[in-house]
C-alpha cells in the first residue's frame, strides 16, 4: 500500500512509550478491554486457560500473564477506533519522512476492520499456553528449582511435563507476589525475574493455530464476529506466520517481501492486501503489544514495523509510482463525483454564475474547484452568489468527510 499523504491534521507529536502510558490509564478504554476478556473467558475455555499464561519479562513486561499482552492491543485498537490516538502523531512514525500517506492508511486498514483485528488480538497467541517451556540462569534460583528444563520437553509427545512444570511456575510466582514482594503487577513481574532468572519460551506456538482445536476456536470466533471465510483464512495464516514476520523484519530485508507475494499468490490473497495486514498485526502485536524492560526502564520497539515499511518499498519500488498514479486518478473520480453531487461542477456552475461554454467559463471553473480544495483563493461575486457557492462548498467538505477523505 503507498500514499504519499495524510487526511489527518496533524497534533503535536508525541513518543511512542508516553503515549501507551496515557492509554494504560485511561478508564473507558481499559473497562472495554476487560469486557472483551471478560466475555471470551466465559464463552471459551481455551481462551480462559491461555490468558493465565506466564510471560517472559524481557520480552513481554506489560505484564505477568498473557491477559495483559492482550489487554493493552484491545485498547490501543479501541484508541484508534475512537479517534483518541493518530499513528501519524507517534513521533517515531512522524520522524519517517515520504511514509505519512502508508501510515495514515495503516491506520485506516485497523479502523476500517475491527472485528478482524479483535479475533487476532484473541486467538494469535492461543496456542502458547500448550507450548511453554522455561529456562533458567546459570546458577539462579530457577535453575536450583528444575526450571531450566530440556530441549525433549518442546515436543508434543511432552506436554504432560510441560504441564507439569508450567503449574509449578504458577504456583512459585502466586507465592512470591502474596508472601515476597508487594507491587504492581508489572513491579512483581521485574522482580521475579531477577530474584529467580526464569525465562519463558513458547516454541513452535503460531504455527499451532492449524491444530484442529484451535482451528476449530478460530471459526467459532470469525463466526461470532460476522466474518467471511476469506477472512477466517486470511487470520489463520497471519496467526501462522505472526512470529516470522517481526524476525524477518529485524533489519532493512527487502528480499523478505517476496516470502509473503509468494504466500499470498499461493491462497489467492491480493500480495498488497496481504502485507498490509501484516503490517498492522505486527504493530498490534510487536510494537504496541510488547513492552521492553533494560536498564535505563521500560520501552516499546517499533523498529521491526519501520523496516517492514522500507523493505516493501524498496523491495518494488516502481510499484509505488504505479500505485500512486492510480491513487491520484482514483481521487480526481471521487472529487468529480463529489462536485456533480453538490452543484459544484461545469454544468451546475454555469446556471449559478450565468456564463457560457468557454474558455472565460472553464478558467473560473477551474478556480473555484481549486479554491474549494484548498490550493487557491475563491474569485469575488456577488453577495448572493458567493453565499450559494459556499453553501455548495460546506456540502462538499461534509460529503467528503462522511466518506472518509
Sequence with gaps: MWRFESTHQQAESIFLDPLIEQIEVDAHLSRHAEALLQAATAQEPLIAQSLRTPQDVRYHAEGPFLRDHL??????????????????????????????????????????????FQ???????????????????????????????????????????????LGEYLALYEQFSVREFRGSPKETQAQFYFVYGIQVHYPQHARKIHAPVFEDLLSRYCMAHRLPGRDRDL????????MEINRDFTQVRPKR????????????????????????????????????LGPHGYWHETSALINFFQSEHDYAPHVRVEKEAMRLAQEKKRQNRIFRDVGLDGVSLM?????????EFGRMLRRIQSAVLGQGEMPKFGKEISVEIQNRAEAFYKKMFETGE
Design 351 to 359: 446556471d449559478v454564475l450565468r456564463m457560457d461554454p468557454g474558455p
Design 119 to 165: 479475533v487476532f488480538i484473541l486467538c494469535h497467541d492461543v496456542a502458547k499456553w500448550p507450548s511453554i517451556t522455561f529456562s533458567a540462569e546459570p546458577g539462579s534460583k530457577g535453575e536450583a528449582l528444575g526450571f531450566h528444563t530440556p530441549r525433549s520437553h518442546h515436543f508434543d509427545e511432552m506436554a504432560h511435563e510441560r504441564l507439569a512444570k
Design 71 to 116: 489487554r493493552i492491543m484491545l485498547m490501543f485498537l479501541f484508541a484508534l477506533a475512537e479517534e483518541k490516538i493518530h499513528l501519524i502523531d507517534i513521533e517515531e512514525f512522524r520522524r519517517l519522512k515520504g511514509y505519512e500517506g502508508e501510515i495514515q492508511e495503516l491506520e485506516d486498514l485497523i479502523k476500517e476492520n475491527i472485528a478482524f
Design 257 to 292: 517481501i517476496r516470502r509473503y507475494v509468494h504466500l499470498a499468490s499461493k491462497r489467492g490473497y491480493d500480495a498488497d492486501d496481504f502485507v498490509d495486514l501484516a503490517q498492522a498485526c505486527l504493530l498490534l502485536d510487536q510494537v504496541v503489544g510488547s513492552k521492553r
Design 235 to 242: 487470520l489463520e495464516d497471519l496467526i501462522s506466520h505472526h
